[in-house]
């Protein structure tokens, strides 16, 4: 798995920031090393190896510590694979907190870390830069409260530590800005004004971000599973869990029943409050127990297993792996020795009423891609006599979630590879196509005719066209494939640390 999880770190690294950064990259992936050591491994120039580095320490993937005399450089894999959620990350601040805190969300990104001001200031100019159906400008108040929206939701978080190699101990600083918006308005214009916030920097808060795309699959899961009321239960109770209990905590404090019914009162959904106890009930007697009634006293206590919900949503994730890849009765025997715990193959014949020679097949299949496990039962006996020891099936739920794992790692590189071919086999006319879309804008912008604006398009010949055309879906097709398998990979990861 290492072997493709650095290869996958290596093509984002290239992707976003470069082959110089690559290189070094590449060069951290096997351990921490020093300047002098990069040096020798990269062959770069230290001016080139410096400015990577700086760039690399300036968005979070390199920590460095002194020792001795030395600094060493350390680089941080998980950090980049955060890399493949930034669309999830902004699509999500879009939903909650609108259009304009999506493009600062993106700016913060995009820097690394920056100032109130002038993520402002950017943002403002990019809402100016693209044409809108408002007819209004960007406001600057506007654009203060969106940011401080953010703020408050712990999206955004001061950045605190630039000399340590454990920053992750800081203690997240969620203080809002002293912002001015008159001095603001004057950098906007031209004027030189020295804002109040300058050298406060903020960064995006990842650990929240991935903390409510957590959330927000557990709370789809109870909405496709029951209905919309259950899903905003669950939300609730998610809600009232964080007041109480960490958050990465596998399971949560007690929540009494007063509590949840206020907050549910306030909601105004009259479905939800009128059968607020048959949907607690429903949830609780569920065979996923994503909740359990912890008490009784004041109408009940409840708590949020968020553990046994990944690992209830890990299994729905893997038997729709095997269903997909061997056929539903291979399904139906991994289900089985899922439910059965230690079966042997008499009893998967009988119970999962599949012909013994298909049973067979397809239990030797599922053994050689390790979604099964065999063990043998030793029969107590006389040793010098020969004897034929029973085996029994079973499922190692974690080594089957580290292969997975694994085949998640090596799709994702796959698809990144196939992309980067398809765009550079096609990039003259994908070059072409730009630039008869430039010509064309600016024709129309100093009254072309329809007939000269007929004539540019037709500088595109049909079986380009075409030949784009079906480029332009496949690379779509596997940037939709790749959200998909790293939504996959995020149930897996999140299992395997046990949630967290």
């Keep these: 798995m290492k072997d493709f999880f650095n290869k996958l770190c290596s093509i984002l690294l ?18 921490t090393k020093t300047l002098s050591a990069l040096r020798l491994g990269t062959g770069l120039p ?5 400015e990577g580095l700086c760039v690399l320490i300036k968005y979070g993937y390199v920590t460095y510590h002194r020792n001795n005399y030395q600094v060493e450089y350390t680089l941080h894999q998980n950090k980049i694979i955060t890399l493949l959620r930034y669309p999830k990350y902004i699509f999500f601040v879009k939903t909650y907190c609108g259009d304009e805190a999506e493009i600062m969300l993106e700016e913060v990104l995009k820097h690394g870390y920056i100032t109130a001001s002038a993520v402002i200031i950017e943002t403002y100019k ?29 999206f955004l978080m001061h950045r605190i530590s630039f000399e340590t190699g454990a920053e992750n101990t800081e203690k997240p600083n969620y203080n809002l800005p002293n912002l001015d918006v008159t001095v603001i308005s004057n950098m906007l214009q031209g004027q030189n004004a020295k804002p109040i916030d300058n050298g406060i920097y903020w960064k995006v808060n990842f650990d929240r971000l991935t903390q409510d795309l957590r959330d927000q699959i557990v709370i789809q899961a109870m909405t496709q599973r029951f209905d919309v009321h259950a899903g905003q239960l669950m939300r609730q109770l998610i809600n009232l869990m964080y007041l109480r209990t960490a958050s990465w905590a596998a399971t949560s404090n007690p929540i009494p029943y007063t509590e949840i019914k206020e907050e549910v009162r306030k909601l105004n959904y009259e479905e939800l409050e009128h059968y607020l106890d048959q949907y607690l009930r429903l949830l609780e007697e569920d065979s996923t127990q994503f909740i359990k009634r912890v008490g009784d006293s004041g109408g009940g206590q409840y708590s949020v297993n968020m553990k046994n919900a990944f690992k209830q949503l890990t299994w729905e994730t893997l038997e729709h792996i095997v269903t997909n890849r061997f056929g539903s009765k291979a399904g139906r025997i991994f289900r089985l020795v899922r439910n059965e715990k230690d079966v042997n193959l008499e009893q998967i014949q009988n119970l999962a009423m599949i012909p013994a020679k298909e049973a067979k097949s397809l239990t030797y299949n599922l053994t050689q891609e390790n979604y099964i496990q065999i063990q043998e039962i030793k029969k107590s006996g006389s040793a010098s006599a020969p004897t034929k020891s029973p085996f029994r099936f079973c499922i190692d739920l974690t080594k089957i979630v580290e292969m997975e794992i694994e085949h998640c790692y090596q799709s994702l590189y796959n698809i990144i590879k196939r992309r980067d071919h398809e765009s550079a086999s096609n990039k003259r006319m994908i070059e072409k196509q730009l630039r008869v879309q430039i010509l064309s804008a600016n024709l129309k912008e100093h009254g072309a005719t329809e007939q000269q604006l007929a004539d540019i398009a037709e500088m595109m010949t049909p079986s380009e066209t075409q030949q784009l055309e079906k480029a332009q879906n496949a690379i779509k097709k596997l940037a939709a494939t790749e959200l998909q398998i790293d939504e996959t990979l995020f149930i897996l990861i999140c299992i395997r640390i046990g949630c967290m």
């Design 126 to 154: 990019r809402i100016e830069r693209t044409p809108s159906k408002s007819a209004q400008p960007p406001s600057i108040p506007n654009l203060k409260d969106v940011f401080e929206l953010l703020v408050k939701n712990q």
């Design 14 to 31: 290239e992707e976003y920031f470069g082959p110089n950064v690559q290189r070094i990259g590449n060069n951290l992936l096997y351990g």
């Design 46 to 50: 230290v001016a080139k190896i410096k």
